[in-house]
């Protein structure tokens, strides 16, 4: 029988947004209810809504949630809890400047950021509400990316041979934006954002764990795609080229192996009505209900060029 994973990236406050409706369009087109999916892996905001959907939450839900309309307590009180769209002022000193040497991209980038000083408590609140008595959400395979920045690792909690650390420190240390929020300690070991080396992480669905990957990925795009202005400009350049350059090449090496990736990216359109600031909370459901509009389109070109029937 067909193994399928559904793999989402990270992306701040306004990516969960087309997130949620990328995946509404992807279970309209194709069938799929992404609870049932054999993998189900997160990175950042991907591992947020990765919680939601293995707590048992339907896509539906989560279109509620954004709408203001969830009768699920749990989901009103998350979203009510989304943060700012600015971090405190950080903690003085470097997490780690040996990853200048070691690394390349983001993650080099990230040796330099400082020690976030952000609020983390709705990430646990989040986590511990849709999490069984072992304190990890029932579904089997919900695995949730973080970024050892001291080894340069990165790491799927809940994979096999992988830490197991509660949910809640595990959805802590996959939203951990450099610079912003405090890194989490596991077993020993430091992280912070998944999205500070990968955007998505795909590499890491072992062979055997998948025939299929599903990829929605807020924070990719083709080389031309970028939200409009200056600041969609600044945001290509630093973030968005350099993600999508990554999840290309893992991509590429997945695919050689022999099993097949659907990515799903954030389309020109797409950025049009997400703006640059993927962090700004006050633009939340206007860039929701833009998403709601231009993600089945998204969805329907990223199914034909994977050879997908919708």
């Not at 390349?104 to 952000?118: E, F, I, K, V, Y």
């Not at 511990?128 to 395979?141: K, L, M, R, T, V």
């Not at 509660?166 to 912070?192: D, K, N």
Request: proline fraction near 7%.
């Amino acid at each position: 029988m067909s193994k399928t994973a559904i793999v989402i990236g990270c992306g701040g406050t306004i990516g969960a947004t087309w997130i949620v409706a990328a995946l509404h369009a992807l279970a309209e087109q194709t069938g799929l209810d992404p609870r049932e999916a054999d993998v189900l892996q997160g990175t950042s905001a991907g591992a947020e809504t990765v919680t939601m959907l293995a707590g048992g939450v339907s896509v539906e839900g989560l279109v509620d949630m954004h709408r203001g309309v969830a009768t699920d307590t749990r989901l009103r009180e998350h979203i009510n809890a989304t943060p700012p769209g600015l971090p405190p002022i950080p903690k003085p000193g470097m997490l780690n400047p040996g990853l200048l040497r070691s690394e390349r991209g983001l993650a080099r980038m990230t040796g330099l950021a400082p020690t976030g000083r952000a609020d983390a408590s709705w990430l646990q609140r989040l986590a511990e509400a849709f999490s069984d008595n072992a304190g990890w959400p029932p579904h089997p395979g919900v695995r949730m990316v973080a970024f050892d920045y001291r080894s340069g690792e990165r790491v799927a909690f809940g994979a096999p041979g992988a830490p197991r650390p509660t949910a809640g420190e595990a959805l802590r240390a996959s939203w951990a934006i450099p610079g912003w929020m405090p890194p989490v300690t596991v077993a020993g070991r430091h992280y912070v954002d998944g999205g500070a080396a990968s955007t998505a992480s795909v590499d890491l669905i072992a062979a055997e764990d998948a025939d299929v990957i599903y990829v929605v990925a807020p924070m990719a795009s083709e080389r031309t795609d970028r939200a409009p202005g200056l600041g969609g400009y600044a945001e290509s350049r630093l973030l968005r080229r350099p993600m999508s350059r990554v999840l290309d090449s893992e991509i590429t090496r997945v695919r050689a192996r022999g099993t097949r990736v659907v990515p799903v990216v954030a389309t020109r359109d797409d950025l049009a009505g997400l703006g640059a600031n993927f962090m700004n909370r006050s633009r939340r459901r206007a860039a929701f209900e833009s998403a709601m509009i231009t993600a089945p389109e998204t969805v329907r070109r990223a199914l034909s060029a994977s050879g997908v029937r919708s």
